[in-house]
């Protein structure tokens, strides 16, 4: 929430003969009488002050929004997970209908050859659900706006974009209907990431920082366009079909005089360079980008390189300094840039949470209950416990602070005392197991130590090893069978043979640790799921198509046949062996850290989500309906459109999934691009199919998607780990803990506390408060 504006006419503070003893004064706002004063309202408004702004800090929130008593309610419930819930929905269900909007993406394939008529919603289907989404919206601006003050809201960006985007949205949804939905181009389609964007927090800080790194990006950028420029105007001279050209390659003729070459073969070679690549300049320009991605080398080289190898020098000469020193440049401009970004939105996180918990400290130290001759501001314990009953906090926490308070000897609290009490917030949330079961029987007691004890953990991975082991083998060996001549009796006798130990394993381990210590171990749960789903399997095997035997292969029966179950069951055992990684220490350091950046680093997933959505769009809009299917007609060496469609062309290729003409398969062609493996084949296609300008579209998304946002990935991503793998190598290994931790926790130990200063400074600029001392 960003800063308000404005004081409330309900007060923030004390009367003014407290304020005066406090050295607190209110911004604005009516006089009060002597009776209001001395009624228990505005402690119960000052209670409730205290929650929001202990709720903002454990969140993360500005703390400058409205706190009157209506305000703060609106405030709590805005904020609330229903609330919060509904927004979310909201924004997943508009952003979902590009599946099921004309053009629809419900079809089983998205090969133009055979796909079959989608079925579309009709008129008005659609556009009521959208309408929905946008009375939602609606309110979720107004709420935003109201709780921040209509002053304050003018200076907000964000919000006065939220307002246009909605304005525009609602015209071109009325557009829409008055045009019976039968207009091809809708522009709220690509506005609707919008929504999603401004959502986050932790996006808008992304796309901020994203914003101040350009210039520096733009440098290497022009670089990298000066760099292909060169090499496109010397690649169109050295390959050019010209006289001078002939005299420039006598020289390479008489280099290679000595391999018998005939002059005529050479010439066809050069020809083929010149057709292929370097026609003209957009065909260079094209070419010369590709090799950039090393998407289309050699290729591009053969040609030249197999008349004389003295052209590959300008080939690796191109790559070297383009792929491996400008790219990479490119690459340690953004981390350079982004090394300590993480770390100062995590320090900004924390000043937010410190300055929350010390704006409800200065509200609770007005209580009528406090001390009036105090020289220092105090907090009574009933009354921060009476905050704590109100307050939505993890339940770790709220004991962890209330059990503190019992036992505090004092009865009233400093800033520094409850500044302290909150550092609570600040610590690895710690998961301890529940104890084993403690048996009285001797011999219960050596079972448990026998089968509780890590080594049988490791017998079963070494079980888990033959068995994968004893699969590879059977696949091996009837790889080249026919499903008729494959006796798959052997597969599943040991199938059956390691789904009972697997069972057995389980049932022990309960015994030894308990149901519920069972249970609390992700690596438990994960091989006890797993074991039962096979032995369900293996039951219903056994039932359709009896016990394995010899010649043990019948015919189709049920839902799946023999070899889909046998299949299906074999699939699971070797996604259960992944249980190994949990007791292979750095493995699963790897493993836990990568799961831990996923989890928060969502926003980075959310930008590429938003990049994604408005180019798929933007691509259906340009590109849908031009990709055309040739028929029966033979794709190679095909006469198409006055030209010849050569190997490893998108017809040749068969890419005909990859195209525009729905929102599913816009997206998946945008990854195919992204990821620049045979990325030239599109430029090439969409280019003949539609436009020779359609080369920028492309070229623009790999800008965007392969270098700008896989690069600040992969920035992030080495920042975060690196911290991680050095917090964690470090600390000692506890068995019955575990430690579960967020980005801000990640950084704690490098972050620099405010100081009182820095905090009574900006609450002396809140726009409801103003601090006299």
Request: glycine letters at 4%.
């Amino acid at each position: 929430m960003e800063a308000g504006a404005g004081a409330e006419a309900e007060p923030l503070l004390p009367p003014q003969s407290w304020r005066t003893r406090r050295g607190l004064w209110r911004a604005g706002g009516g006089a009060r009488s002597a009776a209001e004063d001395g009624t228990g309202t505005d402690n119960d408004l000052y209670i409730n002050q205290a929650v929001v702004f202990i709720e903002d800090a454990i969140q993360y929130r500005s703390i400058n929004h409205r706190v009157d008593s209506k305000s703060l309610w609106l405030y709590r419930w805005y904020y609330s997970r229903t609330c919060q819930w509904i927004l979310s929905l909201t924004i997943t269900i508009i952003l979902a209908l590009a599946f099921i909007e004309k053009p629809s993406s419900l079809t089983v394939t998205s090969d133009v050859r055979y796909r079959l008529p989608a079925w579309n919603p009709p008129c008005g289907l659609t556009e009521s659900i959208e309408l929905l989404c946008f009375l939602v919206f609606v309110v979720d601006v107004s709420v935003k706006s109201y709780l921040i003050g209509w002053e304050e809201f003018w200076k907000n960006k964000w919000l006065v974009a939220y307002i246009l985007t909605l304005i525009v949205s609602l015209t071109d949804w009325i557009v829409s209907l008055s045009f019976l939905c039968a207009e091809d181009v809708r522009i709220r389609r690509i506005l609707r990431p919008f929504f999603l964007l401004q959502n986050s927090s932790m996006m808008k800080k992304t796309l901020k920082s994203i914003n101040s790194t350009l210039p520096e990006m733009a440098s290497v950028v022009l670089l990298l366009a000066v760099h292909l420029s060169l090499f496109t105007m010397f690649a169109m001279l050295l390959f050019a079909r010209t006289k001078l050209f002939a005299k420039f390659s006598f020289f390479c003729v008489f280099l290679s005089s000595n391999t018998g070459i005939p002059g005529h073969s050479l010439d066809g070679q050069q020809d083929k360079e010149w057709v292929g690549y370097f026609r003209n300049l957009p065909d260079s320009l094209t070419s010369l980008l590709v090799l950039l991605t090393t998407a289309n080398n050699p290729d591009v080289m053969i040609p030249a390189y197999s008349k004389n190898r003295a052209y590959s020098i300008f080939f690796i000469l191109f790559t070297v300094l383009g792929n491996l020193f400008l790219m990479n440049l490119l690459t340690a401009i953004i981390y350079n840039q982004f090394r300590g970004y993480l770390l100062k939105s995590v320090q900004s996180s924390l000043f937010r949470r410190r300055l929350g918990i010390r704006a409800a400290f200065e509200v609770l130290s007005s209580l009528k209950e406090t001390p009036a001759n105090a020289q220092q501001s105090y907090v009574s314990v009933g009354a921060l416990l009476q905050v704590l009953q109100k307050v939505e906090m993890d339940c770790r926490c709220k004991q962890a602070i209330t059990r503190s308070l019992k036992t505090c000897s004092c009865d009233q609290l400093s800033a520094t005392q409850f500044q302290k009490l909150f550092e609570e917030l600040d610590k690895d949330a710690i998961k301890q197991h529940p104890p084993s079961p403690e048996y009285q029987s001797h011999f219960m007691q050596k079972m448990q130590f026998a089968f509780g004890h890590p080594y049988f953990g490791y017998l079963g991975n070494v079980v888990a090893l033959a068995n994968i082991i004893s699969i590879c083998v059977v696949l091996v060996m009837d790889a080249d069978k026919q499903p008729s001549e494959r006796d798959d009796f052997f597969l599943g006798a040991i199938n059956c043979f390691f789904i009972l130990y697997y069972l057995l394993e389980m049932l022990l381990k309960i015994l030894a640790l308990g149901l519920k210590r069972y249970l609390s171990y992700p690596s438990n749960r994960f091989d006890g799921l797993l074991t039962v789903i096979l032995l369900v399997l293996e039951i219903a095997t056994f039932a359709v198509y009896g016990f394995p035997h010899p010649g043990w292969r019948p015919e189709f029966m049920g839902l799946l046949s023999l070899w889909d179950m046998v299949r299906l069951v074999n699939m699971l055992i070797v996604f259960r062996f992944l249980r190994i990684i949990p007791n292979m220490k750095f493995m699963a350091l790897v493993v836990t850290t990568l799961l831990d950046l996923v989890k928060n680093l969502r926003a980075f997933a959310g930008i590429l989500v938003v990049v994604f959505y408005a180019f798929a769009i933007t691509g259906i809009m340009l590109f849908k309906g031009a990709v055309v299917p040739l028929g029966n007609i033979s794709a190679v060496n095909t006469t198409y459109d006055n030209g010849t469609l050569q190997c490893g062309t998108y017809e040749q290729l068969e890419y005909w999934p990859n195209n525009f003409d729905d929102f599913a398969a816009a997206v998946v062609t945008l990854w195919d691009v992204m990821v620049v493996n045979n990325w030239q084949v599109f430029l090439e296609a969409f280019s003949r199919y539609s436009s020779p300008w359609a080369k920028i579209y492309f070229v623009v998304w790999w800008l965007i998607s392969s270098v700008i946002w896989v690069n600040l990935f992969v920035a992030l991503l080495l920042e975060n780990f690196i911290h991680k793998w050095d917090r964690r190598c470090h600390r000692e290994p506890l068995s019955d803990i575990e430690y579960q931790r967020t980005v801000e926790l990640m950084f704690r130990d490098v972050l620099e506390e405010p100081t009182e200063e820095e905090l009574m400074e900006k609450l002396h600029q809140h726009p409801h408060l103003q601090l006299c001392r």
